[in-house]
């Protein structure tokens, strides 16, 4: 009766140890779950924006699509992130680049002088 009892005992503080671990681990999945949820939403947002931001521009003139460009060319450094509406403005209206199409030189021979 004595063993069984402490058995009992022993098995008691062990679930009661375990116990918090395994609700600290299902915190950690519902807070990854939650910051996935909160990714989405915010590329919802952006998407909507976006949108927004192309039929605002959809009408430019060939003009007001140059100034855009050098005004974006002036307004950002190498390697930093465009505005949405810039990046709308890209999307709508930059020539994708094609890798195959790229010609550093008009000949095919290099000439050493």
């Keep these: 009766m004595k ?3 402490n ?3 022993i098995i008691g503080l062990l679930l009661s ?3 918090p671990l395994s609700v600290f ?3 950690l999945t519902s807070e990854n779950t939650m910051e996935k949820d909160y990714k989405e939403l915010m590329g ?5 924006e976006k949108e927004k931001y192309k039929k605002e521009m ?18 950002y450094d190498i390697g930093e992130e465009f505005s949405l509406k810039d990046q709308a ?3 709508m209206y930059a020539k994708p680049v094609d890798s195959w199409e790229i010609t550093p030189f ?4 290099i000439f050493w002088i």
Aim: glycine share 0%.
């Design 25 to 27: 681990a299902s915190d």
């Design 3 to 5: 063993k069984s009892l």
């Design 44 to 48: 919802l947002i952006e998407s909507s």
């Design 7 to 9: 058995s009992f005992l």
């Design 89 to 91: 403005f890209i999307e």
């Design 17 to 19: 140890l375990v116990s």
């Design 106 to 109: 008009k000949s095919k021979k």
């Design 58 to 75: 959809s009408n430019l003139t060939q003009e007001e699509i140059y100034e855009n460009f050098i005004k974006i060319d002036q307004e």
